[in-house]
């Protein structure tokens, strides 16, 4: 099976032409293939696929087998890897997820995408359509108990959902410790992603990223997304206007328009190429067990 290693500032995932390959029990190839000792290292597996609602499809794993809703750094290196390789020679393109239809602006030089531009469609603010266990309208700034610790918390859909807490220090914050209490939380049926954001300034924000089914990751671009969002609703960054997210991979940015729509522009870069034996996939699956 040819495979090629892509990433979104350091969101590290393994792409499959499924134009060109057939991946059955992709959850299990995920769980393989992610193994950073026994297979290629990653944070998961993403198929690009024919699609009958768009140009494209995108499906998504994460490396505990789980499907995503949704990924913003993925949907940008699948722009990036269908244009270079001629699957397609639109620098507009659409793209099905598993949360709806986005919107790809792609910026090439010398026949090479370099930025991409995506869409993410409207911020979910309605707790019961995150989903959460809330029954307040929306969820901004409240408190709630984590692992015996009280934070602040506001919960955005960008598709997938997201817990943000504004904190100070987040680089001492020890996520391995912290991170499930929060993935797991009894108010989120369907686990969540955490994202703890340092205010710089109001235009600059620092993140770090704990998701769910991956753990702490270099970059989350849902969670950008989510942040973005979550620090206008909170007062500290203003509608319409470019936000700079610094995460431990490198940059996005992020404007979360007044007609609630969130617009992510950021790069996208090839890693490698390569093939894996099937024969190995198929012994490998048969050990693994995959979290729904």
Not at 15 to 44: A, H, M, Q, T, W
Not at 148 to 168: D, L
Request: charged content about 25%; glycine content about 10%; aromatic content about 6%.
């Amino acid at each position: 099976m040819k495979f090629t290693k892509m990433h979104g500032i350091g969101n590290d995932y393994i792409y499959i032409n499924c134009f060109d390959e057939i991946v059955d029990e992709p959850e299990k190839v995920s769980v393989v293939l992610s193994d950073v000792r026994k297979g290629i290292g990653s944070d998961g597996l993403v198929l690009i696929m024919p699609s009958d609602k768009a140009d494209f499809r995108m499906r998504i794993f994460n490396a505990d087998g789980s499907e995503a809703m949704m990924c913003g750094n993925a949907t940008r290196c699948i722009g990036k890897y269908v244009y270079d390789k001629g699957l397609t020679d639109k620098e507009h393109i659409t793209l099905e997820t598993n949360s709806g239809i986005k919107y790809l602006d792609l910026t090439a030089a010398d026949g090479r995408v370099v930025s991409v531009t995506v869409d993410m469609g409207e911020a979910v603010l309605t707790p019961a359509d995150i989903p959460m266990n809330s029954s307040l309208d929306r969820f901004v700034a409240q408190p709630v108990n984590v692992a015996g610790n009280e934070v602040k918390m506001t919960c955005v859909s960008m598709g997938n959902p997201h817990a943000v807490i504004f904190t100070e220090g987040i680089d001492g914050l020890d996520l391995e410790k912290i991170g499930p209490a929060y993935e797991n939380h009894e108010l989120f049926p369907n686990r969540v992603n955490t994202e703890f954001i340092e205010v710089k300034d109001g235009s600059t924000l620092r993140m770090r990223v704990w998701e769910r089914g991956s753990g702490e990751t270099f970059a989350c671009g849902t969670g950008a997304c989510a942040s973005a969002v979550a620090a206008v609703l909170n007062g500290y960054c203003k509608h319409g206007e470019d936000i700079l997210i610094h995460l431990r991979g490198g940059d996005l940015v992020i404007n979360y328009r007044t007609d609630g729509h969130v617009i992510m522009t950021g790069p996208a870069e090839f890693i490698c190429e390569g093939t894996v034996e099937d024969e190995y996939i198929e012994k490998a699956k048969e050990n693994v067990v995959c979290r729904s």
